[in-house]
C-alpha cells in the first residue's frame, strides 16, 4: 500500500530552468507534507513543509504546492543550479514520516 | 549543535551475528525516529520514542529488532541473528516537541550482511 507516489523516477533540466517534482498520495490523515534532498551516503536533508491547511509555501527558491482535492503536492525550484542535483524525496506526515520513492533530479550546467 | 549522529557509518558483518547501532540526535529534541532504507526505495519507518518511551513500532519490527532510548538522549538499534534481508541503510532523525514532524536525518548506518 504506497501512501505517497513518486511516479517520476528521474528528472533532467538546465540551469536557470524551473524543476517541478511531483507526489500524489492516498492517505488523508497526513497533518503535513515534506520535501527532503538526498545526496549519496548522507541522510535526508530536509527542505521545506507545508501544512494540510495550506495550499502554498515558500522559501527562497523553493515553493511547495498543495492540491488536497487531487490529492497532489509538488516542489518548484526556481532557478535550478547544479548543486539541486540530488534525489528529492516527498512525505506526508502524521506521528511518523511516510515516504515516497523518490526522484532523481539532475540539473545540466 | 552539530546535528543528528549515527555510529558506526558502516557495518559488516556475517549473517547470524548481532549487530548494535548507535544514534545520537539533536540535543532540545525530544523525539527520535528509527528508519531503514533500501536500494531505489525511499525510507521506511521502523519505530520512535518520545523522551524514553517508545510509542509506536512498525511490523517491519521483527522480533529480531529491538530499540531503546534509556534516557532519553541517545538510542540503540539491535538486530539479533542477522539475516542478508537486513543489508540496507539505518537512518535515524530526530524532532522536536513543537514541530514533531520536522524531522532531521543523521548519516545513517550502511549494515551488509554477508
Known amino acids: 500500500d504506497q501512501q505517497v507516489k513518486q511516479n517520476s523516477p528521474s528528472l533532467s533540466v538546465q540551469e536557470g530552468r524551473i524543476s517541478i517534482l511531483n507526489c500524489d498520495y492516498t492517505n488523508s490523515m497526513f497533518d503535513y507534507f515534506l520535501w527532503y534532498k538526498k545526496y549519496p551516503a548522507e541522510g535526508p536533508t530536509f527542505l521545506i513543509s507545508i501544512s494540510s491547511i495550506k495550499d502554498k509555501n515558500e522559501d527562497g527558491r523553493f515553493t511547495v504546492f498543495l492540491n488536497k482535492s487531487a490529492k497532489h503536492l509538488s516542489l518548484h525550484i526556481v532557478p535550478s543550479q547544479p548543486g539541486d542535483s540530488a534525489v528529492y524525496f516527498c512525505?506526508?506526515?502524521?506521528?511518523?514520516?511516510?515516504f515516497g520513492t523518490g526522484t532523481l533530479l539532475a540539473v545540466q550546467p | 549543535d552539530t546535528g543528528v549522529s549515527q555510529n558506526p557509518r558502516h557495518k559488516i558483518t556475517k549473517r547470524g551475528q548481532n549487530v548494535t547501532f548507535r544514534c545520537d540526535p539533536i540535543?532540545?529534541?525530544?523525539?527520535l525516529y528509527w528508519y531503514r532504507q533500501t536500494l531505489g526505495q525511499g525510507p521506511e519507518f521502523l519505530t520512535y520514542?518520545?523522551?524514553?518511551?517508545?510509542?509506536?513500532k512498525s511490523r517491519l519490527l521483527s522480533d529480531r529488532f529491538s530499540a531503546e532510548r534509556p534516557k532519553g538522549s541517545f538510542s540503540t538499534l539491535e538486530i539479533q541473528r542477522t539475516e542478508q534481508g537486513d543489508s540496507a541503510m539505518y537512518l535515524c532523525?530526530?524532532?522536536?516537541?513543537?514541530?514533531?514532524?520536522?524531522?532531521?536525518f543523521g548519516p545513517g548506518t550502511r549494515l551488509t550482511v554477508t
Open positions: 512525505s506526508g506526515a502524521t506521528n511518523k514520516l511516510i
Open positions: 540535543s532540545e529534541h525530544n523525539r
Open positions: 520514542f518520545q523522551n524514553e518511551a517508545q510509542l509506536e
Open positions: 532523525a530526530s524532532s522536536r516537541g513543537g514541530k514533531p514532524y520536522e524531522q532531521y
